[in-house]
């Protein structure tokens, strides 16, 4: 009986620290998830900007775009989690903006030079 009890905490354990590791994608996850309830137009960026990082602090992806997960080498192992997360992101912010916001922002490869150009245009 001990031992179940010892498997099951274990068990817990290992899943939370699973989840917490910020290149973990939930299989809810997807490019077209819901992360902001109105698309961004070029009005009210702040607002918008905010509601964002709050769903993706949620998600554990913040780090993407504050500079805590920097993109690994692409000879490392991490790499592909890497770009699958940043992927991911890019997608999450192009598909809650305008499409004229959204063509204008596509050239950047990382989800942070989107964000960066945002913030230096909006």
């Known amino acids: 009986m ?3 009890g010892d498997s ?6 290992g899943f939370a620290r699973f989840t917490l590791d910020p290149f ?4 809810s996850d997807s490019p077209g998830s819901q992360l902001a ?3 961004f137009d070029g009005h009210g960026f702040i607002l918008w900007r ?3 990082f709050t769903s993706l602090s949620a998600k554990n992806k913040l780090g993407l775009l504050d500079g805590r997960i920097n993109q690994p080498n692409p000879n490392s192992p991490y790499y592909p989690y890497w770009e699958r997360c940043n992927d991911m992101v890019k997608a999450w912010i192009t598909n809650y903006v305008s499409r004229d916001i ?3 922002v596509m ?4 989800a942070k030079k989107v964000l960066t150009d945002m913030n230096e245009r909006f």
């Open 8 to 13: 099951s905490v274990s068990t817990t354990e």
């Open 24 to 27: 973990y994608v939930h299989p």
């Open 102 to 104: 959204a063509t204008s």
């Open 37 to 39: 309830l109105v698309p």
């Open 2 to 4: 001990g031992s179940t």
């Open 50 to 52: 905010s509601r964002m």
């Open 107 to 110: 050239c950047f490869r990382t």
